[in-house]
Every structure is written in structure tokens, then in C-alpha cells.
């Protein structure tokens, strides 16, 4: 058999076509190493940034909150907290506390933490609203320069707020006293004195009742018409219904030219003048619109003491309010045979208000002891 001849022709073409296939595969095989090492500096440049900086979408879904908290440590006080998380937080290190969101939506609907119980230089200006229906309470003929007679008064009291914000390392302990009745016999001084603030009002007499009322004060409420002499230990929280009364506080404290505003009061006051505090008009209304919802014309001293304590307190403790178990509404150191005068005055709405210390005692924000 007759061998066919080599062709260099045959030949060199099926080298030709091998060499093609191989420059190809060398090609793919270079595109896939190039993407391989592509797809592995993309993973490690990820797992770089999961470990240090960090991107929203490598991140959970809360990461934004997260990170704005830790990057600005005040930032958790300017936002509004979902109820889950807020109801994990504690604002002081008592057992219950009054700053704890999320245990009352009732409370928390009409609770401010912002607003400020003190009247100070910062806050001297008032809004327009709050000053028509402050002047309102008890008008006067020629009423002064509110802002003038501050500047005065600021000159003679600090004119600032000693209270902090909330702190979760303190348990401040407030006992809120009033002066109903049912304190007669009830026992309640020492457990009164426990207490880091004890705030008293008006005319309040603790010597010769300190068994039921305790002897000690921080806090004393009063007007103009109702003030007294105080221990050097004491603040002397000012409810002021017209500009009179800062024009009176500030002559109690120094010239004594003011006798009279619509009664005889204290031509000298002996207080201490570095502990004198003026209540807040803002405030004043603030709980006469969101908390005693206009019932009455304007919220009894009880409860202006109340809420100044429940804005500076982490607990609150409440007694000698409402009647004596007879049914009886008098002080603990008369005889009043009138037991329900001061429910009839149309002033203040007694059992308005007292519906709302039930609702919160019912809230967990206070605890009230019922006296006898």
C-alpha cells in the first residue's frame, strides 16, 4: 500500500489550529484568574470595613440609632424612644422612678421633662399665652415690667434652677406634704424625715405635730399672703400671681417698703436669700392645661408642689392630701367644723385633683399614704 505523502501544507495547518486553541484557553483561563482575584480584594476590602469603619449596608438594621448614640453621648435625650426601648432604660437607681418612660402612656402623654419648674434669668421671658392668663389670676391696676422687676430680684436671689437632669447612679426621695387632717394620729414623722426633699406649704406647723408630720423641711410653698419666717436650711419656692409679688419678695429681702398687696403681709422676710426660688408661670400653667384640664381656676398649691416634685424628684412619696377618714377636708392643726369649705371655694377643684393623684399612684409614679 502506497503511503501518502507528507504534506507541509496538512501539516503546518493542523499545528496552526492547535496553536489557536491554546492562545484561546490561556485567554479564558486569564479572565478567570482576573475575576477570581477581583472577587477576593472585593471580600477583603468588605471584611476590612465590617471590622473598622463600617457601612449601613453591612450593618443591621438598627445601626444608625446605634452609632448616632455612641458618636453623640446626649443625642439618647433629644429623641423620642420607642416604647421597647425606652422601657429597658432606667433614669435613676431608685425602684420605681418618675422619669421611666414606656409604664404609663397616660403619664407619658402629658409629662414634659422639659419644662423647667424655676423661673430663672434663663427662662425670664414668657410666651404670650402664658403670660395673659398668668396676669389674669389675680389683676392688677397698674401692673409692673415683669421684666424689669426680675432683673431687680435677680439681684437679691440667684435667680437659677439647682436642679440636674436625670441621673441613673442617684435616687432622689421626695415626700410631698400636705395638710389635710388625716395626718392627726397617723404616725407618718419619721418615715416623713427619711426623705432627701421634704416639701411643705402655706402655713404648715411641724413643731408639736412631728410624730404625724416629721420635723424636718426642705421646701416650703407659699404666696405672699401665706409666707413666713424659714430656717436657714430651707427654700423658699415663691408661687407668684401677679408681678406684685416679686416686687414683694424682692422688698421682704431688702428695703421692706411693701405692707400690703390685697392683704397685710411680711414687711421683712428672714429666709435664706441663696435658697429663695420663684415658681415658673409657664409651669403654673402647664399643669393647669395638661394635668387638671382647667378644673378649677387654677390648680391648688398641693398639686403646684406635686409636680415641682415630680419633674425634680426619682420618687415621690404623698401625704396629708384629701380627707380624713370621716370624710372630713380640714388642716391637721384645726378643728374645722366646715369639713367641706374648701371643696365649695370654686377655686380649686378637690376632687378633680384628687382623681388625679389616684390616677398616679394607679401610674406608678407616686405612692400616696392615706393617713388616718
Known sequence: MALRPWSAGGGGG????????????????????????LFLTSLLFSLTLRGGVG??????????????????PNYVSLRKLDPQESSQQKTCACVHCVG????????????????????????????????????????????HSIKQVLLRLFQVIPGRSPYGSWDPARCLRCAVVGNSGNLRGAGYGPVIDSHNFIMRMNL???????????????HHFM???????LAPNVSFVLVPFKTLDLVWITSALSTGQIRFTYAPVKQYLRVDKDKVQIFNPAFF???????????GRYPSTGMLALFFSLHVCDEVNVFGFGADSRGNWHHY???????????KTGVHDADYEAQIINLLAKAGKITVFPGK
Open 14 to 37: 493542523d499545528r496552526s489550529g492547535r496553536t489557536g486553541g491554546m492562545r484561546c484557553s490561556v485567554r479564558v483561563w486569564v479572565l478567570l484568574g482576573t475575576l477570581a482575584l
Open 204 to 218: 404648715a406647723p411641724t413643731v408639736g405635730y412631728e410624730v404625724d408630720v416629721g420635723s424636718h423641711t426642705t
Open 285 to 295: 400653667k402647664y399643669i393647669h392645661d395638661h394635668w387638671t384640664r382647667h378644673h
Open 55 to 72: 457601612l449601613p449596608y453591612l450593618d443591621s438594621q438598627g445601626w444608625e440609632m446605634s452609632r448616632r448614640v455612641k458618636l453623640v
Open 100 to 143: 421611666d418612660l414606656g409604664v404609663s402612656d397616660w403619664f407619658d402623654k402629658s409629662f414634659d421633662p422639659d419644662i423647667s419648674p424655676v423661673w430663672t434669668r434663663n427662662n425670664i421671658q414668657l410666651p404670650s399665652d402664658v403670660y395673659y392668663w398668668w396676669v389674669m389670676l389675680q389683676p392688677q391696676f397698674k401692673p
Open 223 to 229: 404666696y405672699p399672703e401665706s409666707a413666713k419666717n
Open 333 to 343: 392643726w384645726e378643728q374645722n367644723r366646715y369639713s367641706g369649705e374648701f371643696r
